[in-house]
């Protein structure tokens, strides 16, 4: 209940009122890719006054979940579809299509002021799964590790549980964030914290981590050598005509991809 009325805090509505209204588009997903569909609504709906496009963010998941069900135009999704959820949606009719936007690298962040630079992917593993509980015993100052993890829901989650926690799951000792914001908010104010978040969340208010001795940058989520880069996607039902090709044409067009780099992630065009 906690996570759907988080979630439900997140929804954004840039719906303009009071106008006719020449066409429509709702978009719906991941968190992650929240800050870019921002600017990019904006961006759109200021240069097309007579289209009305509602946003909401519940994780991409949720993005999917809608897109299935067909209460959605675009799901974003910071993860791609699994077989079963493109099984579903054929099932339903739908024929979902993915369309990448930009390119992510999922950061190991803690509190500021922790001296640890580095850890591993075995590390971060023993970390998140609960067999490491200690900083000492990862080269910081003695004190208990503090775990933050987005929840199930998230694309970002997957992320994490695919390319760090492979086969562990995660601690049950693990504060469950229902939102990047969320996350970056309790590793600001807890010095034994450590969390994960896309790149284009981390601020000077917590530190990212080197992984593996690879620094998560632009460059090394956009070559693959950062150890957790993934692409951020939206999924559409078809091939995009009408307004949903445009607004799709425009994610992918100069303009739209400066709104990915704005927004802190990584560029495909």
Not at 87 to 108: F, T, Y
Request: aromatic fraction near 6%; charged fraction near 25%.
């Amino acid at each position: 209940m906690k996570a759907k009325l988080l979630a439900l805090a997140a929804v954004l509505t840039l719906a303009l009122t009071g106008s006719a209204w020449a066409g429509s588009l709702t978009i719906k997903g991941s968190t992650t890719v929240l800050p870019i569909m921002q600017r990019a609504v904006e961006a759109y709906m200021k240069a097309h006054p007579d289209m009305k496009i509602d946003l909401s963010a519940g994780g991409s998941g949720e993005g999917i979940k809608a897109l299935i069900d067909g209460t959605t135009d675009i799901a974003m999704a910071s993860r791609e579809m699994k077989d079963k959820e493109i099984e579903l949606a054929k099932s339903k009719g739908e024929d979902p299509k993915m369309i990448i936007i930009a390119r992510d690298a999922v950061c190991a962040i803690v509190n500021p002021n922790n001296p640890v630079q580095n850890l591993t992917v075995d590390q971060l593993q023993g970390i998140f799964s609960g067999k490491i509980t200690d900083w000492k015993d990862v080269g910081g100052n003695p004190g208990r590790i503090a775990v933050i993890s987005r929840d199930s829901s998230s694309g970002t989650f997957e992320t994490w549980q695919e390319h760090v926690l492979k086969k562990e799951k995660v601690s049950p000792m693990a504060l469950m964030q229902a939102s990047s914001g969320a996350v970056m908010e309790s590793v600001s104010k807890n010095k034994y914290a450590i969390a994960y978040d896309g790149l284009g969340y981390v601020t000077k208010d917590v530190k990212a981590l080197k992984v593996n001795g690879v620094t998560p940058s632009e460059a090394t989520a956009r070559d693959g050598s950062y150890p957790v880069s993934r692409s951020l996607q939206i999924y559409v039902n078809g091939e995009p005509k009408g307004e949903l090709k445009g607004f799709v044409d425009y994610l992918l067009s100069p303009a739209g991809q400066k709104d990915v780099k704005e927004a802190g992630y990584v560029t495909v065009k």
